[in-house]
Nanobody, 116 residues
Framework: QVQLVESGGGLVQPGGSLRLSCAAS????????MGWFRQVPGKQRELVTT???????WYADSVKGRFIISRDNAKNTVYLQMNSLRPEDTAVYYC??????????WGQGTQVTVSS
């Protein structure tokens, strides 16, 4: 019933920017902590950033100062603004809620490729 659909990925040059979106349905969106994760083939998934229902944010050191997470509860959507992108940011990006992480339930994600 819970559906989280990521979009907005693509190919961008180093130093460029992308804005990812995560559209949610089947949940009371405003009640949930939301997080963005990323994963490259053969490596474990990494937590990138989180935003609480009250708007408090957390960022991994690797993206601090470059990425911004935000949410629009009226649109049931969480965003990830990605600036000053680096090749090491290349990954599939996923959004999720705590229950989804616990149950290992993930969507398709959206591919971000940073390359010159």
């Amino acid at each position: 019933q819970v559906q989280l659909v990521e979009s907005g990925g693509g190919l961008v040059q180093p130093g460029g920017s992308l804005r990812l979106s995560c559209a949610a349905s089947g949940i009371i969106f405003s009640s949930y902590l939301m997080g963005w994760f990323r994963q490259v083939p053969g490596k474990q998934r990494e937590l990138v950033t989180t935003v609480t229902n009250g708007g408090s944010t957390w960022y991994a050191d690797s993206v601090k100062g470059r990425f911004i997470i935000s949410r629009d509860n009226a649109k049931n959507t969480v965003y990830l603004q990605m600036n000053s992108l680096r090749p090491e940011d290349t990954a599939v990006y996923y959004c999720n809620i705590p229950a989804g992480v616990k149950e290992n339930r993930w969507g398709q994600g959206t591919q971000v490729t940073v390359s010159s």
